[in-house]
């Protein structure tokens, strides 16, 4: 049974269920490294494993993230307030037809294409989806009770691997959601985190 009077993540308890986990096998990977020796009990107050949890997090964090990994975003151009907002709106008749694209959003699944001639905008508008707010809005009725995680990626031809490349494209993404959503990482790297977590914690003995 939980604890009513503890803080809850967006996860719940995935908080403690995940510290729980780490601290096992991090026991168990002690023991093995000292070939069935005696291993001390790591006794520590809640506020001293969050704060060893939150560092291997950042730890973590940190080997995803790479030089320029938000340069081509934030050099594209910022869109003149209301140029965009017909992408919110549902075609007229003098127009080209488009499917509605805040429907979409509220309710839709799959993948919404845009496309257009080089220099035409097309970077210019993801950019201004992304950061408005009517995005964020429609989302949320998306997602409903679901938590809403949300990450961007700009690929630059001109630019370094990473920047052209599927890897930087994944580091980003990852890097974006387990920041807003720490409590996913001993999920999504359980062997990183358990091996971080074994260094530290001997640290600390």
Not at 21 to 31: D, F, M, N, P, Q
Not at 94 to 114: A, K, M, R, T
Request: aromatic share 12%; charged share 20%; hydrophobic share 35%.
């Amino acid at each position: 049974m939980s604890d009513p009077g503890k803080s809850r993540g967006p996860f719940g308890d995935l908080d403690d269920q995940m510290a729980a986990l780490a601290l096992l096998v991090a026991r168990i990977e002690a023991i093995t490294h000292n070939q069935g020796g005696i291993v001390r009990p790591f006794k520590a107050t809640r506020e001293e494993e969050a704060d060893l949890r939150h560092r291997v997090q950042e730890k973590i964090l940190k080997g995803l993230r790479y030089a320029g990994m938000t340069d081509r975003y934030e050099q594209v151009s910022v869109a003149y307030e209301q140029t965009f907002d017909w992408i919110y709106s549902p075609s007229t008749e003098d127009q080209v037809p488009w499917n509605n694209f805040l429907e979409w959003l509220e309710h839709g699944s799959g993948i919404y294409w845009i496309n257009g001639k080089a220099g035409s905008g097309k970077s210019t508008l993801m950019k201004y989806i992304y950061s408005n707010s009517s995005t964020d809005e429609a989302l949320k009725i998306w997602a409903g009770t679901t938590p809403l995680c949300s990450s961007t990626f700009f690929f630059w031809n001109s630019g370094t691997l990473e920047q052209k490349s599927q890897s930087g494209l994944l580091a980003a993404l990852l890097h974006d959601v387990l920041h807003q959503c720490p409590s996913l990482i001993p999920a999504v790297f359980p062997l990183e985190w358990s091996q971080e977590y074994s260094f530290l914690l001997g640290a600390e003995e």
